[in-house]
């Protein structure tokens, strides 16, 4: 029960670092409207904090993989609330952009760590469900961080939410130093050993998943303030409405995932969350003049996308057992590259196609995900009948 508990509070720290991550979406059109830049141009602080982060976090923690997991912690929750104090206090996109690097870097290490911290602290069998439970919190940043910050940018300025950030993040230095016990480190695993473990092609397939999942994902998500007022015709008051019942699906969508890991199993958990995923994108233009139907495609979409976060997470875990703390610093790496090429590449087609047809290039991002699901599960059931032959 008490590690239990344990984990709550790493959800709680991945709560501060989604909404660190994800509150520029909410905000964007406020951020290019003060800056004076274009919203395509201020989507690309998404690209400039998932390279960062997907760059940063396995060189940094390939060089701190023997600190104590709790120190390692604290000091990247250090650095990640000066970052967000940082982006309070300095002036101009430019120096913006050098904070989010700072908070993509301390990001990157707290979510590892914690993800690792709860993976060690969780009894047998119930592995999944308490990485669905750290996961839980990058949800549970969608469903208040979110809307809450829109609230708040709207009323006092969008810089005033890292403010808010950095000291949440000061409170749960606190917190963890008083809560979460020392745990050992691993043992250091060279850079060029980590991405050896890409030749493995169940490893490259499942990072694969990963990288289209996300990156469909993230093409449309980072657009969805600008989508919703300018395509569906949401107003300013709705928005944060919207914003919230997006949130809950998706958190009631990650803890259904995790427990539907467990029980029926990895790939039919998969299959089930991305095609939803998929089939909702591409409604959601066909049903941009009705509020009602806007909202029950945005739930299904944020329920089916998230059921498959903590669900991947685990399948990369049980491809490479002995290597999960590697596997899950690959996996967070791919995912913010993910997030990086999908913010990017909905510059573009928002720049030079439409804002009205983001959902239809990230469904296609999700199909692509979709294959190479079931290529790595037609290879999985090959070994599994190998196996059982020898």
């Known amino acids: ?57 396995p060189i940094l923690m390939a060089v701190t993989a023997k600190m104590d997991r709790r120190k390692l ?39 590892v760590t914690a993800l690792s911290i709860a993976a060690k602290m969780a009894p047998a069998g119930k592995q999944a469900s308490s990485i669905a439970t750290v996961t839980m919190g990058f949800t549970a940043s969608l ?13 006092y300025g969008w810089k005033t939410v890292f403010l808010g950030i950095a000291l949440a993040g000061i409170i749960a230095l606190i917190v963890i130093a008083m809560t979460i016990p020392r745990i050992k480190g691993d043992k ?33 998500y980072t657009y969805i303030s600008p989508y919703l007022l300018d395509v569906s015709g949401v107003g300013e008051d709705m928005l944060s409405i919207v914003l919230l019942a997006f949130g809950i699906a998706s958190l009631i969508g990650s803890k259904i995932g995790g427990y539907s890991a467990d029980k029926k199993g ?61 596997m899950l610093s690959l996996n967070q790496s791919t995912m913010q590259l993910a997030m990086a ?14 804002l009205a047809s983001i959902t239809w290039f990230g469904a296609a991002g999700v199909a692509i995900a979709i294959v190479a699901t079931y290529l790595l599960s037609r290879r999985s059931s090959v070994q599994t009948q190998v196996s059982v032959t020898e």
Do not use: C
Not at 197 to 215: D, H, Q, R, S
Not at 341 to 354: E, H
């Open 1 to 57: 029960m008490q590690s239990a508990w344990k984990v709550y509070i790493l959800a709680i720290i991945s709560f501060l670092v989604g909404t660190s991550e994800y509150i520029i979406s909410g905000i964007l059109d406020q951020i290019a409207t003060t800056m004076g830049i274009t919203v395509a141009a201020a989507g690309q602080l998404i690209t400039v904090f998932s390279l960062a982060y997907a760059i940063g976090t």
């Open 73 to 111: 912690i604290l000091y990247a929750l250090g650095l990640f609330a000066v970052a967000n104090l940082l982006s309070f206090v300095l002036p101009g996109f430019g120096m913006f952009i050098a904070a989010r690097i700072l908070m993509a870097l301390g990001a990157g290490m707290v979510v």
């Open 143 to 155: 469903i208040i961080g979110i809307p809450l910050g829109r609230m708040i940018s709207s009323a």
């Open 188 to 220: 250091p695993v060279p850079l060029l050993q980590q991405f050896a473990l890409l030749k493995k092609p169940e490893v490259a397939l499942g990072l694969g998943i990963t990288f289209f999942w996300v990156g469909g994902y993230s093409l449309a």
């Open 266 to 326: 990895i790939p039919f958990t998969l299959f089930g969350g991305m095609v939803l995923h998929m089939i909702s994108l591409l409604l959601l233009p066909f049903a941009a003049y009705s509020l009602i139907a806007v909202f029950a495609l945005l739930i299904l979409w944020s329920f089916a996308a998230w059921t498959s976060g903590p669900t991947q997470q685990y399948n990369l875990v049980t491809l490479v057992p002995e290597s999960s703390g590697v």
């Open 341 to 354: 090429a999908g913010a990017g590449i909905g510059g573009v087609v928002v720049g030079q196609v439409s």
